[in-house]
């Protein structure tokens, strides 16, 4: 397993001493006066009423300190459910570790797996919270191939990046992708397995983080339904797979700030896979030391709840009926305008490229000003536009209004 960690991943180890062996020891004893925490005389957390009557849950699920790993029985239910959600997973995988979002996630996977100066391969256009979490704080080089190939997914490029470097492979892989709403048809993601694979034949380690924040959101068919960590697995001994998710977009829960890492591989024997828990879990400790347990606690209700799954389908079905909505309307704008709308088929986003020498930052600038309308631009010439957050109703409006300042810009470049 060394051979795919970075030397702070080698290096770092869940104490097997001190303060948290020393209280769980004392669980259950007569006094424990381990816990720096305050308890009143029934030994329940000394909270005060004003916070007590907001937090919705007992506030011994909230007040006290959870375990750097996370609450025991989210964490079975995130495994349980993880295998719901991709009825084909076989081979081993870890328990979840909570973290702290998504972004804690990533740059947990960071410290595990990259050094610095080492390369991160990921397709362009990519979210740009990656150059401050991998390139930033971490120091590694990204190091991008184009995602598209015509309206196809890149493989050809996806061999050519991983065939150039070390024998090491760090690769990120994001779908649906942010920023394009682009999720790989089944097709497309045996190829990206083959495409693994036969690197990882040729005597490469291969270490495939796999962003899986959008996960499920899909809107179209002929589309991978689970994970790519579900294909990747049980893939060849020499890969190490990272799914990093959580509830922030599957549950709609992004300010709680609850995700889960968990590991997998072919070559990975169970005691190994507790290894990365473990090291995960030590990140924790000495960053956050723990990961809200109000949040975990909330969390944990909404997925034992009777309505759950009904609840997550109704939400989809605004979802999709507003990603159709902005697809049709995107695309009959563009046919009278200077700019073309990148593959979208899930997520919460699509993306328009700007031609003819137009600016995305002029074109966003001039959007907001004139017609009271944001938008994201990602680089020169690609405009991100969340459907997500618009009502149905208002969406043929904001690619009307795209199109008009593209039309009114177009003649002055």
Known sequence: MDQFLSACGRRIQFPVGGILVQTARAQGARI????????????????????????????????????????????????????TKNPSLQGPVSMPVVVAGLTHGLRIAAELFLDPGDDLILAEPYWENYDLVFQDLSQARLRSFPLFDGQSFNSAGL?????????????????PNNPTGYAPLFEEACEICAIIRECA?????????????????????????????????SLHERVLVVKIDGSSKEDYAWGLRVGFLTYGGNGLKQEELRVLEDKTAAIIRGTLSNVSHLSQSVVLCTLQSTTYWEERRANAVVLELRFRAAWTSANGAASSVSFRVLPCNAGYFLCLE??????????????????????????????????????????PDVFRSIAQVCSSYSFLV
């Open 32 to 83: 424990n006066a381990t816990v720096g925490v305050a308890l009143r005389d029934d030994r329940l957390p000394m909270g005060l009423p004003s916070l007590e009557g907001s937090l919705g849950v007992p506030p011994a699920d909230a007040l006290l300190y959870a375990p750097s790993h996370g609450k025991l029985l989210l964490r079975k239910l995130w495994g349980e459910l993880l295998h």
């Open 159 to 175: 061999r050519a990046a991983l065939r150039r470097g070390s024998r090491k492979k760090v690769l990120l892989l994001n779908f």
């Open 201 to 233: 034949e040729e005597g490469s380690d291969v270490v495939v983080l796999v962003d899986d924040a959008y996960f499920g959101l899909v809107y179209e068919e002929g589309i991978l339904r689970e994970s790519l960590f579900a294909l990747l697995v």
């Open 354 to 395: 700007l031609c003819n020498g137009l600016s995305a930052g002029t074109v966003q600038e001039r959007l907001l000003n004139e017609h009271g309308i944001g938008v994201v631009t990602v680089g020169e010439r690609l405009l991100r536009v969340a459907f997500s957050a618009i009502p149905e109703a208002d969406i």
